[in-house]
């Protein structure tokens, strides 16, 4: 594993698993049983890592390693299960919330995929889960769509023959781990450039290092920025998981009246939704009040699409709760991001990442897990935005109709919001721990009137006369009021 993975594999818990998901609804009829596991089957070759278990090496002298595992058997992983007929989104809220809320079995390949029948309609759905040390959300939309066609009458291979290769022994893990701490050095000394690249690399550090510095005055204000502390705190074993929607053409109905990106608008939607919660628990206690949430980034080149590790970072956005006015607050997290996107081309982020592997295993081991069970008040959620295919999909013929991510809480951080893209469709799809939000209905909620909100906004901008449409700056008086 690299450094990451190993991280967000150590990360996990007993009242923390670190698993992603999500669940996808299709027209009916539903495929039998044995249909799904024989396409599975046939996809398998594709992806060997999910025939694969986690070995760690002995006293951690290296990070865990995949192993073929012996005794795999898909019939464990692909389970079946129904709701009463007819159910509705309700009904498969609350199965898809147990299901996920559960820990996967960490002695075998590290996922799960469960058919669901007896929803309205005829319709049925996928509930996937997939450990966050597999695959990050980029590459994990790649590898689940390969049970997924773009054409409705796709034919698909004849399940093969699979032999796994020998488990290594203990004594093999352990040499194999001290090789690589020996060797790891000096394939970095032989990589190291010529001259002319090294002049290059110096003049490269020295912005890098004047644009870190220009974003030390914002670190230094998000310091003294109150937090919403109150949604910061221990997390336990049950999850409460809700979701709602909007459409794209909202969103960028919104950037092309008021400006900014389409995910600058989601987040100022979210906004509303977070201001709503602590307005109604009483705890908006000043126009200053922020709610920082963590935002994961891809820094995924393009010629390491598909490869089986994660190639994330993250950004920290002040979500301005305590501001009532909602132009002024997608003014504010425009301005933010862009300040993000300023550093993070300057800074060779790929590389930050990869000094991790640097790091002893049982280093790793212990700083990860002690972080998690301290947890922290600096970040107070998770939102993360995974574009999905702008094309109808089909398994087994059957095109699905709508899908909803589920990301994983953990450190202190007791609410999470995944984002997923589908035609014309986005939906929110909201993971909190089950007793620190009761009121979790007030999320899904308050995302959808912050949509209403903008989308208010933005037609009252297109239709004042006398004022010039904003087309990407500031937003005109007219659209602020």
Known sequence: MSALDSGFYFAESENTPMHVGSVAVFDGPAPTYGDVVRLLLSKLPLVPRYRQRVREVPLQLGRPMWVDDPHFQILYHVRHTAVPSPGGDEQLRNLAGRVLGQRLDMAKPLWELWLVEGLADGRWALISKVHHCMVDGVAGTDLMQLMFDLDPDATHAEPREWTPRRDPSSAALMAGAITEAATAPLRTLTGLPGVGAAVRNVKGL?????????????????????????????????????????????????????????????LTAITKAFRDLLQGRGELSSDKLVVRTMVPVSVRSASRRGSLDNQVSAVFVDLPVGDPDPASRLRSIRGQMDEYK????????????????????????????????????????VTTNVPGPRVPLYVLGKRMRSAHAYVPIAGGIRCSIGIFSYLDTMT??????????????????????????????????????????????????????
């Open 342 to 381: 300023r550093a993070m081309q300057a800074v060779d982020v790929p590389s930050i990442i990869a000094m991790g592997d640097y790091v002893a295993p049982s280093m790793l081991s212990l700083g990860v897990r002690a972080g998690m069970q301290a947890g922290q008040m600096w970040c107070q959620a």
């Open 206 to 266: 020295t912005e890098t290092s004047r644009t870190l510095a220009r974003t030390v005055p914002s670190l230094a204000k998000q310091a003294i920025t109150p937090t919403a502390r109150s949604l910061n705190g221990h997390i336990g074993p049950h999850r409460r998981w809700a979701w709602t929607q909007g459409s794209l053409a909202e969103f960028k109905e919104v950037r092309t009246a008021l400006g900014g990106t389409v995910n600058d608008v989601i």
């Open 428 to 481: 929110f799809g909201i993971n909190a721990d089950f007793d620190a939000f009761p009121d979790v209905d007030v999320l899904s909620g308050g995302i959808r009137r912050g949509i209403e909100e903008l989308l208010e906004l933005a037609r009252a901008a297109e239709g004042t006369p006398g004022e010039d449409r904003p087309t990407g700056g500031t937003p005109t008086r007219a659209a602020a009021r």
